[in-house]
C-alpha cells in the first residue's frame, strides 16, 4: 500500500528539487553520498556510503546517531526528492526522515531543532522544531520505503511511504 502525505512547509530559508526554476543558472550538484566527516555518534556508515546502522543502546532520547548528506539540497530545483529502505527498525522504530540545516545537532532527531523537519518511524508524527510533533500518518519500521520531498512552488515538504 502506498501513502502519499503532504504537510504545509514551515517557515524555511530555501526548499529545493527536480525541474529548474532559473534555467540560465549553472546546474547545482545535489546531494549523492551521506557526510562522513561530520555525523552524530552511535553510527557506522558503510563504506560505499550510501547506507548507515544505529549502533547505540537507544537507553535516553539523546542516544541519536544523526547523518546528513555530502552536499545541500540544489537550490533551484523546484522539487527535490530522496528515499530510505529501512533494514531494521530495531525494537521501536525510533527511525526519523527529513530535511535540516547545515547547523543542525547531530545528537537529535530531524524536526526536533530549528530549521529542521521530520517524519518518525515510531509514532508517524511530524515534527518542526518542536519536541511535541503533530498527528501525521502511521508510522513505519523494517522493509518500509520512506521519501522524503520538497517542492518550492507549494512551499511544501512531502513524505511517501512504499510508493
Known amino acids: 500500500m502506498s501513502e502519499a502525505l503532504a504537510s504545509r512547509l514551515w517557515p524555511w530559508q530555501s526548499v529545493e528539487g527536480g525541474e529548474s526554476i532559473d534555467s540560465e543558472d549553472e546546474e547545482e550538484e545535489g546531494p549523492s553520498e551521506l557526510n562522513t566527516l561530520n555525523y ?6 558503510s ?22 548528506a555530502n552536499r545541500p539540497v540544489p537550490s533551484q530545483k523546484l522539487v527535490f526528492y530522496y528515499e530510505i529502505e529501512v533494514k531494521n527498525g530495531g525494537e521501536m522504530s525510533k527511525i526519523g526522515v527529513g530535511f535540516s540545516d547545515k547547523a543542525f545537532k547531530h545528537s537529535r532527531q530531524p524536526g526536533w531543532e530549528p530549521n529542521s523537519f521530520g517524519y518518525h518511524g515510531d509514532d508517524g508524527r511530524k515534527y518542526s522544531a518542536s519536541w511535541k510533533g503533530e ?9 518500509d520505503v520512506i521519501g522524503a520531498g520538497l517542492h518550492l512552488g507549494k512551499r511544501e515538504i512531502f513524505f511517501t511511504k512504499n510508493g
Open 40 to 45: 552524530g555518534n552511535f553510527l557506522e556508515v
Open 47 to 68: 563504506t560505499d556510503k550510501l547506507s548507515v546502522r544505529y549502533v547505540g543502546d537507544g537507553a535516553h532520547s539523546n542516544d541519536v546517531g544523526a547523518i546528513q
Open 135 to 143: 498527528p501525521f500518518a502511521t508510522g513505519f519500521s523494517t522493509g
